[in-house]
């Protein structure tokens, strides 16, 4: 079956504008996750859904990030005023049943 | 804070000879023990999972978990060169996302 798809592959933005990132997780698939990884570092925890709730978002860096998943399907995770710092890849993963994390191809973002 | 210790590498092993990737962790309470491959430019990939102590095998890998010692392993057999790439050794406690150390980088030599 498809696997997790992620939108878009890469982006450019300049300081200071807002970006969405956008995640379809492995259908059926219940819980959803964003992890931010910097190059040369593992991924590191952002956020967490399980169906529709936002479990855990305490790995956002900062109020400037936000993420949702209004219909326990599609992902989007918001980053305003981008900063330069905010420069990595985004990753998106779903959870099967056996507990295991299934990852998308991510996004890389570039902040000018 | 719960932490994943790997050594960042680069580990460089002649093909066919055996690859041993460590990883140490923090949280005695952690429950589940994965191993992922990353290419260059790609995102991970799952290569293992492993939840109580002893070995799994899979192939030509095998991973390895000691609780007491905090610590799980993976090795790869017979090594070729297109095992070169990161491996993320990843721990869950449970209920919570999962927590990656840096990552092992290995080199097979042709």
């Known amino acids: 079956g498809a696997g997790v798809s992620q939108s878009p592959r890469y982006k450019v933005a300049k300081r200071g504008q807002d970006v969405a990132l956008r995640c379809d997780p492995i259908?059926?698939?219940?819980?959803l996750f964003w992890y931010q990884q910097a190059l040369g570092q593992g991924p590191e925890f952002l956020t967490y859904?399980?169906?529709?709730?936002?479990?855990?978002k305490s790995g956002l860096p900062s109020d400037r990030f936000f993420a949702e998943r209004p219909e326990g399907s599609v992902s989007t995770l918001k980053i305003q005023r981008t900063q330069q710092e905010d420069s990595a890849v985004y990753l998106c993963?779903?959870?099967?049943?056996?507990?295991?994390?299934?990852f998308g191809p991510g996004t890389r973002l570039t902040v000018l | 804070q719960k932490e994943v210790e790997q050594n960042s590498g680069p580990l460089s092993v002649p093909e066919g000879a055996i690859a041993s990737l460590n990883c140490t962790y923090s949280?005695?309470?952690?429950?589940?023990f994965f191993w992922y491959r990353q290419y260059s430019g790609k995102s991970p990939e799952l290569i293992m999972s492993?939840?109580?102590?002893g070995d799994k095998e899979d192939g030509r890998f095998t991973a390895q978990l000691n609780k007491a010692s905090q610590y799980v392993s993976l090795l790869i057999r017979d090594s070729q060169p297109s095992d070169s790439a990161t491996y993320l050794c990843?721990?869950?406690?449970?209920?919570?996302?999962?927590?990656f150390g840096k990552g092992t980088r290995l080199s097979v030599i042709a």
């Open positions: 990843a721990v869950d406690s449970g209920n919570t996302p999962l927590v």
């Open positions: 859904f399980q169906n529709e709730a936002q479990l855990d």
């Open positions: 259908s059926g698939h219940v819980s």
């Open positions: 492993i939840y109580s102590n």
């Open positions: 993963a779903s959870l099967d049943g056996h507990n295991e994390q299934f």
């Open positions: 949280d005695r309470g952690s429950q589940s």
